[in-house]
């Protein structure tokens, strides 16, 4: 993860580092302008290729709009919905392309931080006839919350759960005090994007996650 250097040259210093010290990376994540920057120094003198790229926003709740909302209710996930976390996760892991191997075992101790809220963040669930989406969110700062993942399987998908349940946390996060709500969308993703901007999200900064060949 590269963030907007504080001195000229940082990205090009942390490209070669990284090099000189043999550490391999399996991508970036960054905004625009750094991940070019960044990648333009690192991959010639890594000797490597880029795999794949995905282009982001970073959005920020703007004003919380009311949504309409479908049957069922919001709860958070409890230890016995962890297994069905866990799955969830995987699916949205591989959906979303991401650049870093899915670790089970490290995902699993990552959500019993979460199940039940932890300082990891936390994992809610909107329930009708049984667990239809999943919204997790994490603490990016004292001030700040990041809302993620959002998943809904398949076979519940186009009904507004994701909707509802995304305004659900947000307005929860807000009432507990937090000032800011982001999260991340692929922009290749109509509907998803079209869903945060309907509960007030906006963007404020395009991004890229852009994964490598492998790089050992």
Known sequence: IVAAPGADGALECLATTLCREAVSVPGVVA??????????SYTPMAGIAVKARQEQAIHRLATLASVEQPPGHARPALPDDLDLVLAWS????????????????????????????GSAGGMRIWEHDGPVCLVGFVEATPRA????????????????????????????LLEG??????????????????IYHRIGYRIVCHSALVSFEDAS
């Open 31 to 40: 905004a625009l302008p750094e991940v070019d920057t960044f990648l333009a």
């Open 90 to 117: 995987k699916t949205f892991h591989e959906e979303a392309g991401s650049a870093t191997r899915w670790d089970e075992d490290q995902a699993r101790r990552n959500l019993k931080h979460k199940i039940p809220d």
């Open 145 to 172: 919350c990041r809302v993620g993942p959002v998943y809904t399987p398949p076979a519940s998908r186009h009904h507004g759960y994701g909707t509802a349940l995304t305004a659900h946390v947000t307005r929860e």
């Open 177 to 194: 005090g937090k000032a800011l709500c982001l999260l991340y969308t692929d922009l290749a993703n109509p509907t998803s994007n079209a």
